[in-house]
């Protein structure tokens, strides 16, 4: 490929403009033709390539399909912009779905946005104005406009000259297939923002770049030195709109940037840079509740060519958004059977084998009455079954590929938009081996002490423990105690701990003590009936006022952090029966006095072992089926709560 100067590029664009300055005479010919000859050929072009979809796409154009045979007519039939007339066939081609959403409270919020950041730049607008459209109150008042009825051939010419001199010139594009160029620098947009032709070239960023890699000659071109390059030069004035960044006309009025924000950001000013990128991310993670995205670059040096920070083992499904369409399940059974949000978007391509271990799976639905043409694997997240996967029924069963491993899957159908059970759930463990869990006629006792799995970090509050001990006096400067417990375990399951007296004398002041740092949720003293004390804080002088306090409200959640001791002033000596410690925790303990559900999944759905009000910090189910999957459910409070199996009497979650 050769290689051109800033000053070749500049003679490339004027020689762009001057084709469209041609003589009077010739723009009067052409538009004498222009509804025979350029249709004629058009419709010859596309038929030779046997290019149906590009056709379908004109056809859904209607009134604007004159501006995009346009775009065709511009670059047909000159050898030097063949590549143009491929890159002007990929945008059209995979145009229809992709679209602005438009109106609604988006007028007020770029009026104001020009008045209070009139320097923001077009990549950092474009991905502003994409948040309300997150937002349902504000989305619902939006009108979505499809880019293939508006586009005007004007923005497209531009917008490919602009991005096809970017493949010529920028040395870091020489290496990369011209399909992946077509996917991840070439499109003029990244989700649904409005289509802001008005606000000049829609990718320059990419000169930026280019001129300081000529500038620093030794400079490696990897994906991520263009990216850090172009964070430093191009978008180091950016920072500021990412954090309270004032929304007029939206409530909450000040945002700061999440991971998807994030993600779109770097979408659009690695795109604006010429550097190739994409954004993925895990729909409804299969372990715990929420979401992920983050973006990649190409790298030729990487796995896949794909560069990422991220890496996700525990992934039913990772998908990318692509501007090209992928496949995606079509119903036409009149109302009976639809498709989930999640699959009926074109713009999704599965790429899950690219980050973790995956196998086949075939599942042969139980349903009987139904006959549904599709089949979904959902996974559990936020308390429901959420679809991550599916795959046409065929001869009896669906073949889902590339499932993440080591994962519980649930296969559902729907039925209009209810979503119904179609087998047992089954555990696809980390070898690819499959598990029915399927509830069998002899139950087993559970001995539950934990609705939520832990983790590393939490552990460490619960070790913190082991270096507490109680005093225990009736002077207040504990000159004379008397240590009454050395605690010497955790709390495995981050459930209090609890220390009983018998005959004990009663003290006025009591406290515990540690060599650097109290943080704990809560102290209890009790007496012989059960009940808590209360009394004054009180704490190590130098400690501010109040930060005791979280140790003796209540509130599970709430921890305190104070140095050296801790403690409470009785107000007069009393008879303490018993000392409980609370280390601080994420309350997916049992708690005493909360009432519980235990329920089992099978073929037909959820199914209740009945409710329990919690006397003690453990609850314990003599009737649960063996083999099956539960879920215990606090009926008071908390959205953490994971399903489980039981292997030799221990909760396994998933």
Request: glycine letters at 6%; one cysteine or more; charged letters at 25%.
């Amino acid at each position: 490929m050769d290689t051109l100067s800033i000053s070749d590029s500049t003679q490339y664009s004027i020689f762009i403009v001057e084709q469209k300055c041609a003589p009077k005479i010739l723009y009067i010919m052409k538009r004498v033709y222009t509804n025979t000859i350029i249709s004629f050929c058009l419709c010859l072009l596309l038929a030779s390539c046997g290019d149906n979809a590009l056709e379908q796409a004109l056809r859904q154009s209607g009134a604007n399909r004159p501006q995009l045979e346009q775009v065709l007519q511009h670059y047909s039939g000159q050898d030097s912009l063949r590549l143009h007339l491929q890159a002007a066939r990929f945008l059209i081609r995979h145009m229809p779905g992709h679209r602005s959403l438009e109106g609604g409270c988006l007028p007020e919020l770029c009026e104001g946005l020009d008045s209070l950041y009139p320097e923001m730049s077009l990549p950092v607008r474009r991905v502003v104005l994409t948040i309300p459209q997150r937002m349902p109150r504000y989305a619902e008042e939006m009108t979505p406009v499809e880019d293939i009825s508006r586009i005007s051939a004007d923005f497209l010419i531009a917008h490919i000259d602009s991005v096809m001199l970017a493949w010529r010139l920028c040395p870091w594009l020489a290496h990369i297939s011209f399909e992946e160029f077509c996917e991840y620098v070439l499109p003029y947009r990244f989700s649904e923002e409005p289509l802001m032709t008005g606000y000049g070239d829609s990718v320059t960023g990419w000169r930026k770049v280019l001129s300081e890699t000529q500038r620093y000659r030794s400079l490696p071109c990897s994906s991520n030195d263009l990216r850090t390059l172009q964070r430093n030069v191009v978008g180091k004035t950016h920072d500021r709109y990412m954090q309270d960044l004032s929304m007029p006309g939206l409530q909450p009025e000040l945002h700061s940037f999440d991971c998807l924000d994030d993600c779109l950001y770097n979408l659009s000013m690695l795109r604006d840079a010429g550097i190739p990128c994409a954004l993925d991310y895990v729909s409804d993670w299969p372990t715990r509740n929420g979401r992920h995205f983050w973006r990649i670059l190409v790298d030729l040096a990487c796995h896949d060519r794909m560069y990422s920070e991220v890496s996700n083992p525990r992934a039913a499904k990772v998908w990318r958004r692509t501007y090209s369409h992928n496949s995606v399940p079509i119903v036409r059974n009149n109302g009976t059977e639809s498709v989930p949000d999640l699959f009926a978007d074109p713009f999704n391509r599965d790429v899950t084998k690219l980050y973790c271990p995956v196998s086949d799976v075939a599942v042969k639905p139980s349903t009987d009455s139904d006959r549904p043409h599709y089949l979904y694997l959902a996974v559990f997240n936020d308390l429901q079954w959420k679809p991550a996967a599916w795959a046409r029924i065929r001869h009896g069963r669906a073949v889902f590929r590339d499932m993440g491993r080591g994962i519980v899957y649930m296969p559902v159908y729907y039925h209009g938009r209810q979503m119904r059970f179609a087998g047992d759930p089954f555990l696809l463990d980390t070898d690819g081996k499959v598990w029915t869990l399927s509830p069998e006629d002899a139950t087993q006792s559970l001995v539950l002490t934990r609705k939520y799995p832990l983790n590393t970090d939490k552990i460490q509050w619960s070790r913190q423990l082991t270096e507490y001990r109680i005093e225990a006096s009736d002077d207040a400067s504990f000159a004379c105690c008397d240590t009454l417990w050395q605690i010497d375990g955790d709390s495995p399951d981050l459930g209090f701990v609890e220390k009983q007296f018998q005959g004990l004398p009663a003290y006025r002041y009591w406290r515990i003590v540690h060599p650097r740092r109290i943080s704990v949720a809560e102290l209890q003293l009790l007496n012989a009936h059960g009940h808590i004390f209360t009394g004054k804080p009180i704490f190590e002088a130098g400690n501010r006022e109040g930060a005791a306090d979280a140790a003796f409200d209540g509130d599970v959640l709430t921890y305190t952090n104070v140095q050296k001791w801790l403690g409470m002033d009785l107000g007069k000596p009393i008879p303490v029966s018993a000392v409980r410690i609370l280390p601080r925790n994420d309350d997916n303990g049992i708690v005493p006095g909360q009432w519980y559900e235990l329920c089992y999944w099978d073929h037909d759905g959820e199914h209740s072992l009945g409710r329990q009000q919690a006397s003690a910090i453990r609850l314990v189910f003599d009737n649960a089926p063996i083999g099956a999957l539960y879920q215990l459910k606090n009926l008071q409070k908390g959205m953490e709560e994971r399903i489980f199996t039981c292997d030799n009497g221990v909760p396994v979650f998933w």
